[in-house]
């Protein structure tokens, strides 16, 4: 099976300026392809990033033109000014917003695991005109835990 890990030739690692900050993705597939956007789930104390789909980046670039994003302040992509954001996952969707504005890729359809699941649903919630289509995948993000009553 071809990954990240053993298949440097079908992939590229790549970094733009999203939102002023030095964002990292992995990139596979066609520029003809319809546009996706993988979102990994964890938080900073897990260390998660990208990486996290080694085995979905390649496979899927087939059949779509993939991008992998490291969310804010994870992997290769900078950490953000207030370092309070990292534990905000509106914050870290607002840059995958950025991310996808900047790079030009909308309509997108996003695949979102765990907590990146909850912000891909921010992201389709707020901007709709940036989603063709939404995937979550092993979530809570639709279950209400995570939204704040206000009384």
Do not use: C
Request: charged share 20%; no cysteine; proline share 5%.
């Amino acid at each position: 099976m071809e990954t990240l890990f053993n298949s440097p030739d079908k992939f590229e690692k790549n970094f733009v300026t999203a939102d002023g900050y030095n964002s990292h993705f992995y990139e596979s597939g066609h520029q003809n392809k319809e546009n996706l956007v993988l979102v990994h789930g964890g938080g900073i104390y897990m260390g998660m990033d990208a990486t996290r789909w080694y085995p979905n980046v390649i496979p899927l670039g087939k059949f779509f033109h993939v991008h992998a994003v490291d969310e804010l302040g994870h992997g290769e992509t900078d950490s953000p000014r207030d370092l309070n954001d990292l534990w905000k996952p509106t914050s870290r969707a607002e840059h995958v917003i950025s991310l996808i504005e900047t790079l030009g890729i909308a309509p997108v359809s996003l695949v979102g695991q765990s907590t990146g699941a909850w912000i891909v649903s921010y992201i389709t919630i707020k901007r709709p005109e940036l989603v063709k289509k939404l995937v979550l995948i092993d979530s809570g993000s639709t279950a209400g835990a995570a939204i704040k009553k206000t009384e």
